[in-house]
T-cell receptor, first 113, second 113 residues
Framework: ETGVTQSPTHLIKTRGQQVTLRCSSQSGHNTVSWYQQALGQGPQFIFQYYREEENGRGNFPPRFSGLQFPNYSSELNVNALELDDSALYLC????????????FGSGTRLTVV | KQEVTQIPAALSVPEGENLVLNCSFTDSAIYNLQWFRQDPGKGLTSLLLIQSSQREQTSGRLNASLDKSSGRSTLYIAASQPGDSATYLCAVSLVTGGFKTIFGAGTRLFVKA
């Protein structure tokens, strides 16, 4: 059974650019959620996808968007990057909307310069 | 709006001590609560999951309790070890206004050898 994998592990982008982060869910999981974690803070919920549809969203602007694919892998897209978008982005997968808890990946460290 | 608070923010204890980490939440309409461990710059490792209908869960030296009516959870660590040094995060999942998972800011634990 594979865990949650995220790519890339590190990324440097310039302000105004766009970025796509990827996540492969743990085998058997049909739900994926994304979080932003700034240094020294707890993760902030961005959104959650269940069977390819968004079923929950946190307080993030529309330039944060996502997709979940038929194999339940997922992408997080961020447009018009700002310096404050620099953070660790975490992906988590679960079965049936988190009813059995979440398994996290190791994250993607995004730096916006 | 659901808010999650963790006390203390940081804790330093000698090896062998038993300790309690606290988590409080403002809205009791949760469907589960999960405790995680995070090492610096890494992803989250799940420790214990408590469903809303449960009062406690145990795994090895760890015991987590949940009191929904008072909006509190505690994580008890017995016989602490230097390897327990990490940040401990609690997260509540809820369905109000769509699925969300809300994290506390964490407790940074340092166990001295």
């Amino acid at each position: 059974e594979t865990g949650v994998t995220q790519s890339p592990t590190h990324l440097i982008k310039t302000r105004g650019q766009q970025v796509t982060l990827r996540c492969s869910s743990q085998s058997g999981h049909n739900t994926v959620s994304w979080y932003q974690q700034a240094l020294g803070q707890g993760p902030q919920f961005i959104f959650q996808y269940y069977r390819e549809e968004e079923n929950g969203r946190g307080n993030f602007p529309p330039r944060f968007s996502g997709l979940q694919f038929p194999n339940y892998s997922s992408e997080l897209n961020v447009n018009a990057l700002e310096l404050d978008d620099s953070a660790l982005y975490l992906c988590a997968s679960s079965l049936d909307r988190g009813m059995d808890g979440y398994t996290f990946g190791s994250g993607t460290r995004l730096t916006v310069v | 709006k659901q808010e999650v608070t963790q006390i203390p923010a940081a804790l330093s204890v000698p090896e062998g001590e038993n300790l309690v980490l606290n988590c409080s939440f403002t809205d009791s309409a949760i469907y589960n609560l999960q405790w995680f461990r995070q090492d610096p710059g890494k992803g989250l490792t799940s420790l214990l999951l408590i469903q809303s209908s449960q009062r406690e869960q145990t795994s090895g030296r760890l015991n987590a309790s949940l009191d929904k009516s008072s909006g509190r959870s505690t994580l008890y660590i017995a016989a602490s070890q230097p390897g327990d040094s990490a940040t401990y995060l609690c997260a509540v999942s809820l369905v109000t206004g769509g699925f969300k998972t809300i994290f506390g800011a964490g407790t940074r634990l340092f166990v001295k050898a």
